[in-house]
Nanobody
Framework: QVQLVESGGGLVQAGGSLRLSCAFS????????MGWSRQAPGKERAFVAT????????YYDDSVKGRFTISRDNAKNTVYLRMNSLKPEDTAVYYC?????????WGQGTQVTVSS
């Protein structure tokens, strides 16, 4: 069974940076497309970024383009989300997901709070 564990969230001032990590276990990491989504208070979960198995195809929501970078290390079974120039509106619980075929797995989430 695939398991995902996010870490790296916290409280940061506007303009600051954080790097989220998501550790993958229970499967062949390199065969999964990985992604990040977020859910702000009172809102639905929303797409943030995704990366293909080899790391050469990256997609971002317009709201984070130029500020966030998704990457993966297939040797470490880990996907990252580097977040720069953080804004208060980036405050949310950030979730990692692993997708292959019809299967989509989610982590438990990590809280990111950006103060103004």
């Amino acid at each position: 069974q695939v398991q995902l564990v996010e870490s790296g969230g916290g409280l940061v001032q506007a303009g600051g940076s954080l790097r989220l990590s998501c550790a993958f276990s229970g499967g062949t990491f390199s065969s999964y497309r990985m992604g990040w989504s977020r859910q702000a208070p009172g809102k639905e979960r929303a797409f943030v970024a995704t990366i293909n198995w080899s790391g050469d195809r990256l997609y971002y929501d317009d709201s984070v383009k130029g500020r966030f970078t998704i990457s993966r290390d297939n040797a470490k079974n880990t996907v990252y989300l580097r977040m720069n120039s953080l804004k208060p509106e980036d405050t949310a619980v950030y979730y990692c997901n692993a997708q292959r075929g019809g299967n989509n797995y989610w982590g438990q989430g990590t809280q990111v709070t950006v103060s103004s």
